[in-house]
């Protein structure tokens, strides 16, 4: 199914975020006169439905449980990322013959034959997808950068000889009916199990991704035990980490025995970090161009914004956002690139369920560990996983060494009157933001932003 399939139809978007808002654009560029249904499971804003109704003046809107029975009035309906999968209401759709699709699957089916690259992962999507596409560039090839990274792909209209790099979610994979020429898997953790239901659901529905073509080439992770489990047999990997393929190897990327790139001269920090360059560059190796021609411009490429970024240096402290990790493991990995001093760790969001325990046991073990600064919602479990490792540690004589804070300004408060010289103060949350933040972004500023007031004075 194309946009252009859509003409002459009710079409229903359900979830109103970036790729519902592309769609609409998109169908009301290709037909002013299709019919159109927004549903979400919250009321839209004022200003939501003010800019829709400028794309599209008789758009009509339902919300909560209207959402059901205005979405079987449609034809076809666009769901969006956030609307899950595994949601009764899909199967309810199907049942009264509404056909269902995403904005995901309108542009694959549009732009078969132009060459894509798809990364994906429980972490480090955006940075190894925006490595790619800056690797691409200094060779001189055409790119464009897209997906779940914030462009939606319906925006994009790829030249003939350009490359698209997307940016694929589990929410976008989970249903997408193509595969890319190119399938890059990062890692496999638990996580979003609010709207996979299950880890399994959660694997399969990433894996997904490459399930439809046999002449794609995988890119995979040797060092993630999930893809070797599931990937392992498949003729179209290609590994990085693997010592014989490209891989870190003390500071620097080898690809077999060659030397790549050192590393210290790179802005990207951690082990973590180096195995995200090792994806890339297979990844840019696999499109045909040699990593030892682009290997140069990994020292380059800057940090996103959020992720392992350093704010403020003020008198010996360090203080460095790393709002985007919203998982244990991704926490685990930003503690590990801290190369130097004492760390005061900021943890704690949004509650789905995750064990805090490896984390616990992780910084707990750690010499580097000055205090632990627990924040709502799962700052209590924190806390208690440190406990219990204190527990498990009393023949060592081991502290708690951790604390609950009601709120971001007040832990940034404390991290700042305990910490010592050269001390990196580490907001990584293992958590989501949802509750208390509109989104990690906004959770990052605003820890900047008081990090900056409280040391002007």
Known sequence: MQLHDLVGHHVGIWGLGREGMASAEKLMALDPSTQLTVASDTPLAKEQKLLLQQISPTATFCSGSDSLAGLSRCDVVIRSPGISLYRSELEELRQRGVQLTTATNLWFAANQGHSVIGVTGSKGKSTTSSLIAHLLSSAGRKVQLAGNIGVPLLKVEPEPDEIVVAEISSYQAADIGYTPDICVFLNLFREHTDWHLTSENYFRDKLNLASHRQDAIVVANSHDRELQARLGSDPRARWFGDSTAIHPAGSMLMDGDAAVF????????????????????????????????????????????????????????RFIDDSISTIPEATMAAFNSIEKGPIVLLVGGYDRGQSYLELARHVSHSSRLLHVICLPDTGLRMLSAMETVAGEDQTQGRDVRASFAPSLASAVTEAIAMARDDCTILLSPGAPSYGQFANFEERGNQFADLARKATQG
Do not use: I, W
């Not at 045909?288 to 402290?317: D, I, K, M, N």
């Open 262 to 317: 050192d590393c210290t001269g790179a802005a990207l920090r951690g082990a973590h970090n180096q195995l995200n360059m090792a994806a890339a560059l297979t990844a840019v190796k696999a499109s045909g161009v040699a990593p030892q021609a682009v290997a140069s411009a990994l020292a380059t490429f800057q940090p996103l914004p959020h992720r392992l970024q350093l704010v403020l240096e003020y008198r010996g402290l």
